[in-house]
């Protein structure tokens, strides 16, 4: 579960700024949403709002770049060098730093990078306010790498092996030492490798251009996903009245024709038989081809409209972009449901209808039996209900003169949970609004010459 989420001079963040999901004890509230975290008290649901370019989605890049960093995806580089402008002259370095819960273990990690180059990474056993204890420290500078491992010493495998090892072997630049270490085996090693899974697979991100993979075969292996599919969609009034999964042979599936390419899959296959390899439709629908009874199936979703006498199948590709989005949604509205994962969803109302997410956020906000933790970021006011936020969940973005990113929770604001507080946003009383000019003034026609 996240704690908070610390982020300075990183594109629109010049000072320190911090997101946290720790609740106001004084608010009664919506009180199943303070959930008992290993003894910590933290929120299910994070909402951040803001103008265009006021800086959502540096929060958003922030945390993504450190999942990134950690997973050693190369994606992370992409917003290694972008420090803050207007802070470009000071020489200062990008800090991200997270906070997270498993189970009743609490640990900080952060990272400060320049210049495309990882220059500094610490975890800690967090103390949450109290004393915090270093696991280890890794510090990069003129082509050398010093580490330090205070928490293994005494613990089975020499600290100077572990350290000479990593140094002369494994670390580089742009690379996480917690990936490294949690690759080793041993007791020694436990809260490192819980500390890198948390980051590999309970944080889950979400931006605006992913979309959900593998769903034909989630569906079709895991029985109550697929019934939560077909409720919701049904539900949503979109015309749908069935959801099917299709199987195809490798050769109905791309051709007699195209032999080549169905040899290619079951060699992939040999090597990893439990996969899962993704390929597309002509028409740019993904579906999964997987193993079953010792051959290679194609699975393919299926969606039924209409009424009994009269059903058509359609392809997902063929609904529209609303649809399409809903169906990316539900993996991770299923999951943050019944697991404590965190979620995070960058412009959840992007191709949306505002009253449909509105459901769906209350659907989560009022099922008291969550497990998991929904953060996002959006423009839609129709969010900021009272009956399914709490004020300590709600946070605003705003970039000062300076062109400097605030972060800031509607907590620091003294309002009643009766107030209309989506009114109160949209007339400015909060912040985090665009700031117009005089359209009426500019003269769009200035220049015609027909």
Do not use: C
Not at 44 to 72: C, D, P, R
Not at 248 to 261: I, P
Not at 436 to 449: A, M
């Amino acid at each position: 579960m996240l704690v908070r989420l610390v982020v300075e001079n990183f594109l629109s963040i010049a000072e320190q700024r911090t997101f946290d999901m720790l609740p106001n004890d004084k608010l009664g509230k919506l009180r199943h949403h303070v959930q008992d975290a290993g003894g910590v008290d933290l929120l299910k649901l994070g909402v951040l709002y803001g103008a265009n370019a006021a800086g959502k989605s540096t929060v958003f890049k922030a945390m993504a770049t450190l999942k990134a960093l950690v997973s050693g995806q190369e994606s992370w580089v992409m917003y290694a060098h972008t420090r803050h402008r207007f802070n470009e002259d000071n020489g200062e370095p990008i800090t991200l730093g997270v906070e997270f819960l498993v189970g009743e273990r609490a640990f900080l990690y952060a990272v400060q990078l320049r210049e495309g180059i990882v220059a500094a990474e610490e975890l800690y056993r967090s103390g949450l306010g109290g004393k915090d204890e270093l696991i280890f420290r890794r510090t990069s500078g003129n082509g050398k790498n010093q580490l330090e491992l205070p928490a293994l010493d005494g613990l089975g495998q020499p600290t100077s092996e572990v350290k000479q090892f990593i140094e002369k072997n494994t670390i580089h630049a742009n690379q996480a030492v917690l990936a490294s270490l949690a690759a080793f085996e041993g007791p020694q090693y436990k809260n490192i490798k819980i500390a890198f899974t948390w980051f590999t697979n309970t944080l889950q991100l979400i931006s605006p251009s992913q979309y959900a993979i593998g769903l034909a075969q989630r569906i079709d292996q895991d029985p109550d996903f697929g019934k939560f599919v077909k409720e919701t969609l049904k539900s949503s009034h979109l015309g749908i009245s069935d959801v099917v999964i299709e199987k195809l042979t490798l050769n109905e599936f791309f051709g007699r024709d195209d032999a080549n390419k169905a040899s290619e899959i079951r060699a992939k296959f040999e090597a990893n038989p439990d996969g899962i390899l993704p390929a597309y439709t002509s028409s740019g629908q993904e579906v999964s081809i997987v193993m079953e009874n010792d051959k290679p199936v194609v699975k393919m979703l299926v969606i039924r409209k209409g009424d009994r006498s009269n059903v058509k199948d359609f392809s997902s590709v063929e609904e529209s972009d609303g649809t399409q989005r809903l169906l990316d949604f539900l993996p991770a509205f299923y999951i943050v449901a019944r697991s404590p994962t965190v979620f995070f969803i960058d412009e959840i109302e992007r191709s949306l209808h505002p009253l449909l997410i509105h459901k769906l956020l209350e659907k989560f906000s009022l099922d008291e039996h969550t497990r998991g933790q929904l953060i996002m970021t959006t423009h839609e006011s129709n969010l900021l209900d009272q009956d399914i936020l709490r004020r300590d969940e709600i946070w605003f973005v705003e970039k000062d003169m300076f062109g400097a990113t605030d972060l800031y929770s509607l907590n620091k604001f003294r309002e009643h949970n009766t107030i209309d507080i989506r009114k109160g946003y949209l007339n400015g009383r909060y912040g985090g609004i665009p700031f117009l000019g005089k359209l009426d003034t500019l003269n769009w026609h200035e220049h015609d010459t027909v």
